[in-house]
């Protein structure tokens, strides 16, 4: 009789898994990637990464936590003692993630009650850098700004209530709030935005296809950039949440499910964001190629000039947005923080409580760091380097660890196999042992490249290196020092053996 926990139903795993791909990102950085990258023409680079990188690196993963029933270092250790350094990497990625990420969801829940009454005013750029986060020089971080410790003080209350409350009280019950209330406040926004004077020409901006870039490089990078970084590939969730699979598990529909769903919100998004663009273009007499942003600058300056120009229910507009941010950020904060919490929990032979507490509240204390004025430069230097030498990076090693080292595919192939409806074939070893190294690595390069020919956003080089390269390098040097110490009872070996056996009887 197995003890792990388990999701009560299929709906709860996949609308946790959702949950956890569909974040912020979905609503920022999608649009600004596929305008600037071909527009519709993007379309086809996309599809074609999302079913050779995403759906595929999604069945492994889940086949992974599926097969070896634990949190991402178990599993990998499982798979090869070897290997357990990447899932410690992984789970402290996520670690460095969420410690900022919340962050930018206490930003969101700010907004949401400023945007009753529009109490941003006239200049919404002002109003974020300089009255909301009080910004110092690049470098200094000044004091705690008391509206985002308030609002960062409550989002971590909700998100560690949650995992205190277990996978299936806790983390299913919250996606089945949160996710169908996103896609519904979404709609709203998306049908509100499309309304507007100036939308169908800002819908033109974004659909319309530039041929000429289907055939640049780069073009294609950015789609398996989208794809990777937008499915929470890497980041130790997708491992962790399916251990948490019952034994009769359809793993590769569900990848499909999670990765077309994924991508749905993130078009639904696209034609919100640039519906509004395109009614804000109008209303400034310019061109919507003048108005589009991606990013932070995009959701806390963009849309409250947006919202500005509304001639009726600008509030609500507004409100139903930044709940929006807040729900997508809420649901993947409790994937994120879930990771080190099961890591820390197996490892160290705690209850769940106390790894909760442990492991989430020395999340919420480093967090404050992104809470002072020189939090938003803190920010953007962190997120860029650990998604780009933590996430992507690890994904790498992952994948070439797996396909070319273990030479597991094949076995991760039958082990999904015996429990899907869809059948993979040769097409997804030759994806997941091919074509995702080969991107992956040129995307390196790529990144390497910009950084020694150019300083991160003009940062100084040496807040550069004490809060990018020494954090994501941190974050590989301490998850191999953490194999050391050996997992209770032996259990790496004995349960590894015995999972073993049950298949082989199967």
């Known amino acids: 009789m197995e003890n792990r926990s388990q999701w009560g139903t299929r709906l709860g795993f996949l609308l946790a898994a959702m949950g956890s791909a569909i974040g912020l990102g979905n609503i920022w950085r999608f649009p600004a990637t596929a305008y600037e990258n071909g527009g519709g023409a993007f379309f086809i680079p996309y599809l074609f990464a999302l079913l050779t990188a995403g759906i595929p690196l999604l069945v492994m993963e889940y086949t992974i936590g599926h097969k070896y029933r634990g949190s991402a270092p178990k599993s990998y250790g499982r798979l090869s003692k070897g290997l357990e350094w990447v899932g410690w990497w992984q789970v402290l990625v996520s670690f460095v993630i969420s410690t900022y990420y919340a962050v930018i969801i206490a930003w969101a829940l ?71 209330t996103l896609f519904v406040l979404f709609i709203f926004i998306v049908i509100r935005a499309i309304t507007l004077d100036g939308a169908a020409e800002g819908l033109n901006t974004f659909f319309e296809p530039r041929w000429d870039q289907i055939f640049n490089g780069q073009v294609w990078v950015a789609a398996y950039g989208q794809i990777f970084f937008s499915l929470s590939i890497a980041f130790a969730i ?17 990848a499909f499910i999670t990765g077309f769903a994924n991508s749905s919100f993130e078009l639904l998004a696209g034609i919100g964001v640039f519906a509004a663009l395109g009614f804000m273009a ?15 600058m995009l959701a806390f300056v963009v849309f409250p ?81 650990i998604n780009n030498y933590g996430v992507a990076l690890s994904g790498l090693f992952e994948v070439v660890a797996i396909a070319w080292f273990a030479k597991s ?42 950084e020694v020919t ?12 004490n809060f990018g390269w020494l954090v994501a390098i941190g974050a590989m040097m301490i998850g191999a020092l953490l194999t050391i110490k050996k997992w209770p009872n032996n259990d790496l070996e004995f349960k590894a053996e015995a999972s073993e056996n049950k298949e082989v009887a199967q």
């Open 110 to 180: 700010m907004f949401a009650y400023f945007s009753i009454g529009t109490q941003w005013g006239d200049d919404t750029q002002t109003f974020f850098l300089s009255d909301f986060l009080q910004m110092t020089d690049a470098g200094a971080f000044g004091s705690l700004v008391p509206n985002i410790l308030i609002a960062l003080i409550i989002v971590w209350v909700i998100v560690l209530a949650f995992l205190f409350r277990g996978v299936k009280k806790g983390i299913e019950v919250a996606n089945k709030i949160f996710i169908p």
């Open 238 to 254: 997708m491992i962790t949440y399916s251990s948490y699979l019952p034994k009769k598990s359809d793993i590769t529909n569900n």
């Open 282 to 296: 109008q209303a400034q007499g310019v061109g919507v190629t003048d108005v589009v942003q991606g990013g932070v």
């Open 305 to 385: 000039q947006i919202i500005n120009e509304m001639p009726f229910l600008s509030d609500v507009f507004g409100l139903l947005f930044f709940v929006s941010l807040v729900l997508a950020g809420l649901s993947s904060l409790i994937s994120i923080t879930e990771t080190y919490v099961a890591g820390v929990q197996e490892k160290f032979n705690v209850s769940r409580t106390t790894s909760v507490a442990v492991g989430g509240g020395l999340a919420a204390l480093i967090s404050l760091m992104f809470a002072t004025q020189g939090g938003l430069v803190a920010l953007d230097t962190v997120d860029h380097f």
């Open 409 to 450: 595919l094949r076995d991760f192939q039958n082990h999904a196999d015996s429990v899907s409806d869809i059948k993979l074939g040769t097409w997804w070893r030759i994806c997941l042992g091919v074509i995702t190294p080969v991107v992956l690595g040129y995307m390196m390069i790529q990144n390497l490249k910009a």
């Open 454 to 465: 150019a300083a991160y956003g003009g940062y100084p080089i040496e807040f550069l290196f």
